[in-house]
């Protein structure tokens, strides 16, 4: 039952990715981050109200969001300031690159799990997951290659380098939700998280772009902006919700997230009208392929 919920996450994380690229071209990227998380914690306020003012609410497992205790909300804080920085790198990165060459790149995500599901949680792999784990590296380097024939040096390129500190960061959020979500009420971790956005964002935004606005991009409202939000809360709830089962396997979930890169990358691609889709399709082909092994070797 996990395996549904994850691949309901791999939906709404595919059209989370083009509405990001759609709010970001030729837009300032702080602003679009933070009109983002404002509209991903307004949805939280509704059951958070009736949590606390409705009697019995406590019945609705899925809306009820318990009060925690100091350590537990200095925990969600410092999950809300790894996210915070894993997205401000990753948006900046999508505004300045192709979504083709962002959405494979963010691919690799599940082998940087795999591995840290390893070494954290003693999650054990079977042959054919080692082989996948090899095959999706081998892919990511003919990937680099293909950069290079548009430019884009993976060596020298600085948006490269941030999409890849995102995606490393991003998957020590991965792992860092297993234990949370393993410890503490799910819904209060992924509602006290979006409320802490909202602050941490206001103070990057204050700090970094509202001095410098002027010589910066210019920030336009666009109605894809609150969207970004909104239908990240929607998948990272059924992430949340795989997460509580069990049997559930972070590498494996992790992996089918990732995975929403077929949506991204295919839709993306064409809307925006990028080069050498064929070459880079065959590639990300063989980084999906990989993502497969592992999954079957489970």
């Given at each position: 039952?996990?395996?549904?919920?994850?691949?309901?996450?791999?939906?709404?994380?595919?059209?989370?990715?083009?509405?990001?690229?759609?709010?970001?071209n030729?837009?300032?990227?702080?602003?679009?981050?933070?009109?983002?998380?404002?509209?991903s914690?307004?949805?939280?306020?509704?059951?958070?109200?009736?949590?606390?003012?409705?009697?019995?609410?406590?019945?609705?497992?899925n809306?009820?969001?318990?009060?925690?205790?100091?350590?537990?909300?200095?925990?969600?804080?410092?999950?809300?300031?790894?996210?915070?920085?894993?997205?401000i790198?990753?948006f900046?990165?999508?505004?300045?690159?192709?979504?083709?060459?962002?959405?494979?790149?963010?691919?690799?995500?599940?082998?940087?799990?795999?591995?840290?599901?390893?070494?954290?949680?003693?999650?054990?792999?079977?042959?054919?997951?080692?082989v996948?784990?090899?095959?999706?590296?081998?892919?990511?380097?003919?990937?680099?290659?293909?950069?290079?024939?548009?430019?884009?040096?993976?060596?020298?390129n600085?948006?490269?380098?941030?999409?890849f500190l995102?995606?490393?960061i991003g998957?020590f959020?991965?792992?860092?939700?297993?234990?949370l979500?393993?410890?503490y009420?799910?819904?209060?971790v992924?509602?006290?998280?979006?409320?802490?956005?909202?602050?941490?964002?206001?103070?990057?935004l204050?700090?970094?772009?509202?001095?410098?606005r002027?010589?910066?991009?210019?920030?336009?409202?666009?109605?894809a902006?609150?969207l970004?939000?909104?239908v990240?809360?929607?998948?990272d709830?059924?992430?949340?919700?795989?997460?509580?089962?069990?049997?559930?396997?972070?590498?494996i979930?992790?992996?089918?997230r990732?995975?929403?890169?077929?949506?991204?990358?295919?839709?993306?691609?064409v809307?925006?009208?990028?080069?050498?889709?064929?070459?880079?399709?065959?590639?990300?082909?063989?980084?999906?392929?990989?993502?497969?092994?592992?999954?079957?070797?489970?």
């Amino acid at each position: 039952m996990w395996v549904i919920f994850g691949v309901v996450s791999l939906l709404a994380l595919g059209v989370y990715d083009l509405l990001k690229k759609v709010s970001l071209n030729n837009n300032a990227v702080l602003p679009v981050l933070f009109f983002s998380t404002v509209a991903s914690a307004l949805l939280f306020v509704p059951p958070l109200v009736l949590s606390h003012t409705v009697a019995g609410f406590e019945q609705y497992d899925n809306f009820y969001i318990p009060a925690v205790s100091l350590k537990v909300h200095l925990l969600i804080i410092a999950k809300a300031l790894i996210v915070v920085s894993s997205w401000i790198l990753s948006f900046m990165a999508l505004k300045n690159l192709p979504i083709s060459i962002v959405s494979p790149i963010r691919s690799t995500g599940p082998v940087w799990t795999l591995l840290g599901a390893i070494v954290i949680y003693g999650e054990t792999l079977t042959t054919l997951q080692w082989v996948g784990m090899m095959v999706a590296l081998v892919f990511f380097y003919f990937f680099s290659i293909a950069g290079n024939k548009e430019g884009v040096d993976f060596k020298t390129n600085k948006w490269v380098w941030f999409i890849f500190l995102a995606t490393l960061i991003g998957t020590f959020s991965t792992l860092y939700d297993k234990y949370l979500i393993a410890h503490y009420n799910r819904l209060a971790v992924q509602a006290y998280f979006s409320f802490y956005q909202v602050p941490i964002m206001l103070l990057v935004l204050w700090l970094f772009w509202y001095p410098k606005r002027k010589q910066l991009t210019p920030f336009q409202w666009r109605h894809a902006i609150p969207l970004i939000g909104i239908v990240l809360v929607l998948g990272d709830f059924a992430y949340f919700y795989a997460l509580t089962y069990e049997d559930s396997l972070v590498s494996i979930l992790s992996l089918l997230r990732r995975s929403s890169v077929i949506i991204s990358f295919g839709v993306g691609a064409v809307l925006f009208k990028e080069k050498n889709i064929l070459y880079k399709s065959l590639i990300l082909l063989g980084i999906i392929a990989g993502i497969v092994l592992i999954m079957f070797g489970s």
